[in-house]
Structures are given as C-alpha cells and as structure tokens.
C-alpha cells in the first residue's frame, strides 16, 4: 500500500449549485444547502462522483457536501419497514466522517465520494420500493415551546409517530441541543428491534450535526424520531409485553435503584472477566441485574463498558456476520452516548441497555445458524517485552492473512499489539484497505466504530479487543472497489 498513491487528491479544495424547487408539501431546506441537495438528488449515479468532484474543486466545502448527504439520505430515504437496509445510506455519513477524520490529510474525501456513491443506490432502491420522500411538517400541530419536552415525552411513550413528528419539531426550535440528544439516546437504546439500529442512528445524527451545524437538525431529528418508533408491525409497545422490550422494564426498575454515587467505583479487571462470563450465558435482563448488582457494590463503569466491548468483539470470532457486526456499532454508539450525554438517568440507562444487547443479538445469532465456542482471548498482564517483538507478524503479513485465514490473522494481530506492535500503523493500514477494498456500508460503519473504540478499551484489554476484528475487516488481497480510480479519473 504505497503511501503516494493517493496523490491526485492534492488537487480538490471548494461553492453551491444552481437554485432549484421542490414540489409543494416536500421538506424544504435552507436556502444555502437544498441547491447542493437537490443537485445530489438529481445527478445520475454513474455521474455523482465526477459531478462532486467538480463541485469540490470550484470551492465546495467538505463541511457543505457532509450536510448535503445527511439532509437527501433523510428526505428521500425511508427508515422503515426497518432501520436498516437502504437506510444506511443515511446511518453511514457519519461513519464516513470519523473515517475521514481519522484518515491522512491526503485521504480524507474518499470516503465521502464513496458515501456519494452509497447514497445514489440507496435512493433508487427507495424509489423502486415506492419513492418515499419526507413531508413538510404540519406546522398547524406544532406544540407551543413551553410545551415541547412533554409533549415529545407523551408521544414516544405512547408510540404516536404522527404526534412525535411535530413535538419534535417543536423541541428543535425550542430547547438547547444536548437536551434533545439526552432525550433521543433515553429512547434510542430502550428496544432491540432493528439490531441496535435506533441507538446507532441517535449518535451518527448527533454526532454528523456537531460538523455540519445545529441549524439542520430539525428534519434529521424527525426521520430519527419516525425510526425509533417502528415496531416491526407488533402491537403497540406501550400497551403490550413484547420480548424486545423486557429488558426495558428491568432496565427502569434496576436504575432507580442505584445510588447517587454508581458512576463513582473503583476499576476492577476481575470483574471486568466475570461480567464477560455472564454477558455468554443470560438473559438480557439478568444481564442488567448483573451490571446493577456490580455498579452498587462499587465497581466503576469503565470495568463494566470493558466487558461490554469484548463481549461484543467475542461475537465476531463466533459468527463473523451481520449480526455480531452490529453488536460492535451498537456498542460504539452506546458507549459514545454513555461518554456524551449529561442526564445522570439517560446515562444508567444506556449502560444497562447496552449490557442487555449483548444476550439479544447472542439470540440472534443462535436464531441464524451454528454459533462456534470461540472466546475471546483475555490476558490482563499481556507480556510486552520487547524481545517477543521480533515473533510477531508484520502489519502486511496481518492483512494479507486476512484475505486468507481471519483466525489466524486475529491472533497475529493479538500478537502484534501484545508485543509491542504501533497500534496506529494497524490502525491507519486497516482504515486506507476500507478505502481501497470497502464495497458495503458496514465497512465504513464496523470498521469507524471498532478502530474508534480500541481507545475506550483500557489498556490491558485493547489488543484482545481488536484482534478480533480483523474476522470482519477487509484484507490486502480482497478486491479493489474501484473507488480510487473513479476519482482519480474524475480530477484528470
């Protein structure tokens, strides 16, 4: 993987399109992005990336062409029957952002041309599946400010999707934007349906309009309400006990109990172990009694979002799939949630919760086909000396194993960290191969949340946790996705 190869982007900088209009009763944007909207609507797939291109290198800024995909992902593309699907055409921008982000200066708008691309099959798979497109909102039954919050409140709780929609339009224009987060992550992580999907859209949403801008926040947050309230055709959740939703209620029973000073333990690596044994073997909410029970008896939250994390990377060794995949993006978003939002309540919420996943997609798993026994390997006291440097597979030899062999390329890559190895040569190898190789959404979304997290993990656990993802990560010698040529050709 030559370091120049990516040369030929040195050459894109920054402007907007043409002003255009929507049909009447279509959600409208603001006058500075919706013509950089609509010109993304428009342009052909097979001409997206040559037509960005362009735009970028008149002036377009990245900033612009993020917001851009947001607002057309949720104006044209529907998130239902499922979270899901088509939908990550939305869910992936801020994957696609962290990736650039993360990446070398010189990289960084591959993901996003990639991101473009997503987008364009996304909308026409909606408009094959009935052409949805977002309504303007029913501004007669938008609720006063001051009623806003409870009005929101009493629409999610009561599943009401048509009075959510202007609640949360009102609560939008009304109350600071860390509040509207604390309220979505309160109801993204209370049901399992969609696989975690309700949780990992609160913080893409969030955390893609912490970079593109609060002001565009109101017709993202109504797709976001609209998607944490589907219910897979089941009755109402409000009125019914349904399995997704059992570990809720143990979930509001166990949180009231803990004291003021739950988030205030000592770390402790046993018990870090012992509540990964646990994470194997319950139920979804005795796994929340688990994580209560350890959290009054004093142990810190770090202990505890450890077992969560290996536990969702132990799935991968066991069904590399969708499935486990999405045990690691649910986490991600969770655990950033947990780090981000202020309401003491939310917070015990989302660590309980995210405990609870575990054990759901562990059923889901066993739902679609043999699972293996495969645990993760923990070592705590990992040797580091630098002598063993020398038996470890290099960061090449990794990645070509992960074309051919992927568990022998997890215990390579457990190896490399374990003897020393720089996790960022890792790291930034993995991420330009997603670049090069990545053809699907979860590329960009397992590997964004898997990379991000090594550093949530405390030390002593973090090259067990990432060895395993090398069972999902692409490898040197996968195909390439064509990407990079279609760029380079683009800025000829």
Same mark, same amino acid.
């Given at each position: 993987?030559?370091?120049?190869?990516?040369?030929?982007?040195?050459?894109?900088?920054?402007?907007?399109?043409?002003?255009?209009?929507?049909?009447?009763?279509?959600?409208?944007?603001?006058?500075?992005?919706?013509?950089?909207?609509?010109?993304?609507?428009?342009?052909?797939?097979?001409?997206?990336?040559?037509?960005?291109?362009?735009?970028?290198?008149?002036?377009?800024?990245?900033?612009?062409?993020?917001?851009?995909?947001?607002?057309?992902?949720?104006?044209?593309?529907?998130?239902?029957?499922?979270?899901?699907?088509?939908?990550?055409?939305?869910?992936?921008?801020?994957?696609?952002?962290?990736?650039?982000?993360?990446?070398?200066?010189?990289?960084?708008?591959?993901?996003?041309?990639?991101?473009?691309?997503?987008?364009?099959?996304?909308?026409?798979?909606?408009?094959?599946?009935?052409?949805?497109?977002?309504?303007?909102?029913?501004?007669?039954?938008?609720?006063?400010?001051?009623?806003?919050?409870?009005?929101?409140?009493?629409?999610?709780?009561?599943?009401?999707?048509?009075?959510?929609?202007?609640?949360?339009?009102?609560?939008?224009?009304?109350?600071?934007? $860390?509040?509207?987060?604390?309220?979505?992550?309160?109801?993204?992580?209370?049901?399992?349906?969609?696989?975690?999907?309700?949780?990992?859209?609160?913080?893409?949403?969030?955390?893609?309009?912490?970079?593109?801008?609060?002001?565009?926040?109101?017709?993202?947050?109504?797709?976001?309400?609209?998607?944490?309230? $589907?219910?897979?055709?089941?009755?109402?959740?409000?009125?019914?006990?349904?399995? %997704?939703?059992?570990?809720?209620?143990?979930?509001?029973?166990?949180?009231?109990?803990?004291?003021?000073?739950?988030?205030?333990?000592?770390?402790?690596?046993?018990?870090?172990?012992?509540?990964? %044994?646990?994470?194997?073997?319950?139920?979804?909410?005795?796994?929340?009694?688990?994580? %209560?029970?350890?959290?009054?008896?004093?142990?810190?939250?770090?202990?505890?979002?450890?077992?969560?994390?290996?536990?969702?990377?132990?799935?991968?060794?066991?069904?590399?799939?969708?499935?486990?995949?999405?045990?690691?993006?649910?986490?991600?978003?969770?655990?950033?949630?947990?780090?981000?939002?202020?309401?003491?309540?939310?917070?015990?919420?989302?660590?309980?919760?995210?405990?609870?996943?575990?054990?759901?997609?562990?059923?889901?798993?066993?739902?679609?086909?043999?699972?293996?026994?495969?645990?993760?390997?923990?070592?705590?006291?990992?040797?580091?000396?630098?002598?063993?440097?020398?038996?470890?597979?290099?960061?090449?030899?990794?990645?070509?194993?992960?074309?051919?062999?992927?568990?022998?390329?997890?215990?390579?890559?457990?190896?490399?960290?374990?003897?020393?190895?720089?996790?960022?040569?890792?790291? $930034?190898?993995?991420?330009?191969?997603?670049?090069?190789?990545?053809?699907?959404?979860?590329?960009?979304?397992?590997?964004?949340?898997?990379?991000?997290?090594?550093?949530?993990?405390?030390?002593?656990?973090?090259?067990?946790?990432?060895?395993?993802?090398?069972?999902?990560?692409?490898?040197?010698?996968?195909?390439?996705?064509?990407?990079?040529?279609?760029?380079?050709?683009?800025?000829?």
């Amino acid at each position: 993987m030559a370091l120049d190869q990516f040369g030929f982007l040195s050459r894109l900088p920054r402007v907007a399109a043409d002003e255009t209009r929507l049909p009447a009763g279509s959600v409208q944007f603001s006058d500075d992005i919706e013509p950089l909207v609509r010109l993304l609507e428009e342009t052909e797939r097979s001409k997206v990336i040559e037509t960005f291109a362009r735009k970028i290198a008149s002036g377009t800024s990245y900033r612009e062409v993020l917001a851009a995909l947001l607002l057309a992902g949720v104006r044209n593309v529907q998130p239902r029957p499922s979270v899901g699907f088509k939908f990550h055409a939305v869910l992936v921008v801020n994957s696609a952002h962290l990736a650039s982000l993360a990446a070398p200066e010189s990289d960084r708008w591959l993901p996003i041309f990639w991101a473009l691309d997503y987008f364009k099959s996304s909308q026409a798979r909606d408009e094959r599946e009935g052409d949805w497109t977002m309504s303007a909102v029913d501004e007669s039954n938008v609720p006063p400010s001051h009623r806003a919050e409870q009005a929101f409140r009493d629409a999610m709780d009561h599943w009401d999707g048509d009075a959510a929609d202007v609640a949360v339009a009102a609560l939008c224009r009304s109350i600071p934007a $860390n509040r509207v987060f604390d309220l979505m992550a309160h109801y993204g992580c209370r049901d399992f349906r969609s696989i975690g999907h309700k949780a990992i859209y609160v913080a893409n949403a969030y955390r893609t309009l912490q970079c593109i801008g609060w002001q565009y926040a109101e017709p993202v947050l109504r797709s976001l309400a609209y998607a944490i309230l $589907n219910h897979n055709g089941e009755p109402n959740p409000s009125t019914s006990n349904l399995h %997704a939703d059992e570990a809720w209620h143990t979930t509001q029973e166990e949180s009231r109990r803990l004291g003021e000073n739950w988030n205030h333990g000592r770390t402790d690596a046993a018990a870090t172990q012992d509540l990964l %044994a646990v994470l194997r073997e319950s139920t979804p909410a005795d796994s929340v009694r688990a994580v %209560a029970k350890m959290l009054r008896d004093g142990v810190a939250t770090q202990s505890i979002s450890d077992a969560i994390f290996l536990s969702a990377s132990e799935t991968l060794g066991q069904q590399p799939g969708i499935v486990s995949l999405h045990s690691t993006t649910s986490t991600n978003a969770m655990q950033f949630a947990l780090r981000t939002t202020y309401g003491d309540q939310t917070r015990k919420e989302l660590l309980l919760q995210n405990a609870a996943f575990l054990p759901y997609f562990r059923e889901s798993m066993r739902s679609r086909g043999k699972v293996n026994d495969r645990t993760i390997e923990i070592d705590a006291h990992a040797n580091t000396d630098e002598s063993n440097a020398t038996q470890a597979a290099t960061v090449d030899e990794i990645f070509r194993a992960v074309s051919t062999d992927r568990p022998s390329a997890a215990a390579d890559m457990r190896t490399y960290l374990a003897t020393g190895g720089e996790p960022e040569a890792l790291i $930034n190898a993995a991420r330009r191969l997603v670049f090069l190789k990545g053809n699907d959404s979860h590329d960009y979304k397992f590997s964004s949340a898997v990379l991000e997290d090594y550093y949530a993990v405390s030390p002593p656990f973090r090259a067990a946790y990432l060895a395993n993802a090398a069972y999902l990560l692409p490898g040197t010698l996968d195909r390439d996705n064509g990407l990079v040529g279609r760029v380079k050709a683009a800025l000829v």
